[in-house]
T-cell receptor
Framework: TAGITQAPTSQILAAGRSMTLRCTQDMRHNAMYWYRQDLGLGLRLIHYSNTAGTTGKGEVPDGYSVSRANTDDFPLTLASAVPSQTSVYFC??????????????FGDGTRLSIL | EDKVVQSPLSLVVHEGDTVTLNCSYEVTNFRSLLWYKQEKKAPTFLFMLTSSGIEKKSGRLSSILDKKELFSILNITATQTGDSAVYLCAVVRGNTGKLIFGQGTTLQVKP
């Protein structure tokens, strides 16, 4: 079973360039999330979407944008990358958005380095 | 400010040892607490706890929640080298589904 697929697995990007991280899930989950994971800080929520057509800001949204045109896809865009956005990015999804009683399942992550 | 704190941050044990990982939280409108195991890539789900005092168990792993004292523990008995990983604790706030993560505990199990 595929679950959640993230692409690319890793990327080196020049500062100032734009980049879209892709996330696709095949579980028909309502909710999807983007996190960044940094040493000593754990995972922090960037943006989320409770259902197709809606998005919301998480803990660290600045410099990032998302869209949710359909249930399966939730791309994360860096419009103008900065070195502080160097991180490992995880996409996650869960069923029954808004209830909070279903665990989130994670993709394998994208390792992004901004130079 | 909502926070989730895990301790210890790192731990080294030998195969066969029993370990206890701690997670304390201060979160507005607590909904549930989750434990994940992260090896090289994706965090994988272990347990979800919503009620105090009810132990959840899966093989050598078990976990319990204390909503009065605002903490949870994850126990691993008879540890194996395959248990080496980062263990993440996260709390769901309200009915938003949003997770607040602790920093993680890095466990190394030596042969």
């Amino acid at each position: 079973t595929a679950g959640i697929t993230q692409a690319p697995t890793s990327q080196i990007l020049a500062a100032g360039r734009s980049m879209t991280l892709r996330c696709t899930q095949d579980m028909r989950h309502n909710a999807m999330y983007w996190y960044r994971q940094d040493l000593g800080l754990g995972l922090r929520l960037i943006h989320y979407s409770n259902t197709a057509g809606t998005t919301g800001k998480g803990e660290v949204p600045d410099g990032y944008s998302v869209s949710r045109a359909n249930t399966d896809d939730f791309p994360l865009t860096l419009a103008s990358a900065v070195p502080s956005q160097t991180s490992v990015y995880f996409c996650a999804s869960s069923d029954q958005a808004g209830v909070g009683d279903q665990p989130q399942h994670f993709g394998d992550g994208t390792r992004l380095s901004i130079l | 400010e909502d926070k989730v704190v895990q301790s210890p941050l790192s731990l080294v044990v030998h195969e066969g040892d029993t370990v206890t990982l701690n997670c304390s939280y201060e979160v507005t409108n607590f909904r549930s607490l989750l434990w994940y195991k992260q090896e090289k890539k994706a965090p994988t789900f272990l347990f979800m706890l919503t009620s105090s005092g009810i132990e959840k168990k899966s093989g050598r792993l078990s976990s319990i929640l204390d909503k009065k004292e605002l903490f949870s523990i994850l126990n691993i008995t008879a540890t194996q080298t395959g248990d080496s990983a980062v263990y993440l604790c996260a709390v769901v706030r309200g009915n938003t589904g949003k997770l607040i993560f602790g920093q993680g505990t890095t466990l190394q199990v030596k042969p």
